[in-house]
């Protein structure tokens, strides 16, 4: 078992929702930054969206205006509201923290889970 855990992937139509989850066993680290990105099959890991302590977030163009990320108060959780799911929006998501700048490069993050698989049907 990794420090972060996602669930809530699912297969859905175009149009439809979902929502992921991700989890921390290490709640009293209080992570600054967490992050979602996701990587669809022979393209490159890409960042999704990131939200700091302090509410701040991030969002790549593709995400913007169909999905919401937010944290819990205690920020040991990381969620992703996702609607008007595109077929282009399927691919393995991915959460990440340790990040110090909240930016979407996976380079700066230090932890991973292990991925939930969204699939969006047309």
């Known amino acids: 078992q990794g420090l972060l855990a996602e669930s809530g992937g699912g297969s859905v139509q175009a149009g439809g929702s979902l929502r992921l989850s991700c989890v921390t066993s290490?709640?009293?680290?209080?992570?600054?930054?967490m992050a979602w990105f996701r990587q669809a099959p022979g393209k490159e890991r890409e960042g999704v969206a990131s939200m700091d302590n302090a509410g701040r977030q991030v969002y790549a163009d593709s995400a913007k205006g169909r999905f919401t990320v937010s944290r819990d108060s205690a920020n040991s959780a990381l969620y992703l509201e996702m609607n008007n799911l595109k077929p282009e929006d399927t691919a393995m998501y991915y959460c990440?923290?340790?990040?110090?700048?909240?930016?979407?490069?996976?380079?700066?993050?230090?932890?991973w889970g292990q991925g939930t698989q969204v699939t969006v049907s047309s």
């Open positions: 990440a923290a340790g990040s110090t700048w909240c930016s979407l490069l996976q380079s700066e993050y230090s932890y």
């Open positions: 290490a709640a009293s680290v209080g992570w600054r930054c």
